[in-house]
Every structure is written in structure tokens, then in C-alpha cells.
T-cell receptor, first 114, second 116 residues
């Protein structure tokens, strides 16, 4: 599995952009980078994923470096409800084409302050 | 479209009893996963179904845990007999069929199991 490294915690002011970094220096060419988050006591929530190009959806943007060894999740206008643990995950390639095993590490606790 | 539904949301049982957790995936999702978060630990993968077949059950802790998905729709996870260390939050997730490296998994709200 490609190991990911994230800061333990970060703070962000409400209304400002939150930039969450992730290192995945051992990522291989066909492995995607996924971001999930878990708001307290809820189930994990999918945010975004990408392979090599930058991606944007209604929740966030994902910036992947050209060498793919790191990425940044950007929440453009953080709100108090974005306070959560954010997980950067690189699932291993499927075995037999049918595996999708998310490995949740400790993630980054993002606290959005008023 | 309904999301992934888990039942019950909470369960408190005594050590040695049996508990069955249920997960209803999003309609049409062939892939179904069970995960568990034990207090203070990270979320851990338990097993993966494709339709009714177990594709990967490498994360199942021991033979006290039995997961089924008869008919390829909803799934159950039975713990028999329950032990204190089985306490935690059990999450179910589902994803649609297709290139599995390029699709997202949708999680339920979890079942909080407390064994006393």
C-alpha cells in the first residue's frame, strides 16, 4: 500500500480557505488519491479523488503535484460544519480486479474557528 | 436516492450474547464493505462483498464474526458470542460496479455496539 502522511491537526478561520496537505511519496502510477472526512459520530464521507490531474467538485479541489508524491485538499470557504477529521487515502491496486480496501490512517483534524 | 442504511443505530448487549447488524446498501451497488472503529483506534476494514460473494474477508477479527449477503442485496454482520473488545462503531459502505479504483464508496451512519 502507498503510505500517506498528514499533519495531525490544523486550524482554519471560518470563511477562509483550508489547505490540507498529504504526502504519498511511494504512490504508484495507477493508484488514485482519495479524500474522505468524518464529522464527529457520523460515517465517513467521500470528498474527492484524482489520479494525476487537478480535480474540483462542489465540495473541494484537489491539487496533485506533477510527480504525484503529494497532494493538497482545498476547501475554498471553510465553514464551522467543515470541522472534521480528513483522511487522505491511496487504496492499493485491486487484487483480481475486485478489491477496494480503504485504509484509514489517523487523518488530519481540521478545526474551523469562528 | 436513499443512502446506505444501517440498523440498529445503537446496540447494548451483554458479553456472551449475540448481535446482528444490518446494512442496506444503495440500490444497484454491487460492492458492499464492512468497517469497524474501536474506541481510540483507526477505522479498520473488515470485509468486502461483490454481490453475494465474499471477495476479501481478511479484516475479520475471528470466527465469532459472520457476514452474509444473501441475494446480493442487504448484508448482515453477526457477532456470536460477543466479547467486550467487540465494542465500537461498525460502518457499512457501498459502491457501484465499475472500475473500482475510480469510484467512491458511500458510508452509512454506523451502528454503535457496546458490549457490557
Amino acid at each position: 500500500d502507498a503510505k500517506t502522511t498528514q499533519p495531525t491537526s490544523m486550524d482554519c478561520a471560518e470563511g477562509r480557505a483550508a489547505n490540507l496537505p498529504c504526502n504519498h511519496s511511494t504512490i504508484s502510477g495507477n493508484e488514485y488519491v482519495y479524500w474522505y472526512r468524518q464529522i464527529h459520530s457520523q460515517g465517513p464521507q467521500y470528498i474527492i479523488h484524482g489520479l494525476k490531474n487537478n480535480e474540483t467538485n462542489e465540495m473541494a479541489s484537489l491539487i496533485i503535484t506533477e510527480d504525484r508524491k503529494s497532494s493538497t485538499l482545498i476547501l475554498p470557504h471553510a465553514t464551522l460544519r467543515d470541522t472534521a477529521v480528513y483522511y487522505c487515502i491511496v487504496p492499493p491496486p485491486p487484487e483480481g480486479g475486485s478489491n477496494y480496501k480503504l485504509t484509514f490512517g489517523k487523518g488530519t483534524l481540521l478545526t474551523v474557528n469562528p | 436516492e436513499a443512502g446506505v442504511t444501517q440498523f440498529p443505530s445503537h446496540s447494548v448487549i451483554e458479553k456472551g450474547q449475540t448481535v446482528t447488524l444490518r446494512c442496506d446498501p444503495i440500490s444497484g451497488h454491487d460492492n458492499l464493505y464492512w468497517y469497524r472503529r474501536v474506541m481510540g483506534k483507526e477505522i479498520k476494514f473488515l470485509l468486502h462483498f461483490v454481490k453475494e460473494s465474499k471477495q476479501d474477508e481478511s479484516g475479520m477479527p475471528n470466527n465469532r464474526f459472520l457476514a452474509e449477503r444473501t441475494g446480493g442485496t442487504y448484508s448482515t454482520l453477526k457477532v456470536q458470542p460477543a466479547e467486550l473488545e467487540d465494542s465500537g462503531v461498525y460502518f457499512c459502505a457501498s459502491s457501484r460496479r465499475g472500475p473500482l479504483l475510480n469510484t467512491e464508496a458511500f458510508f452509512g451512519q454506523g451502528t454503535r455496539l457496546t458490549v457490557v
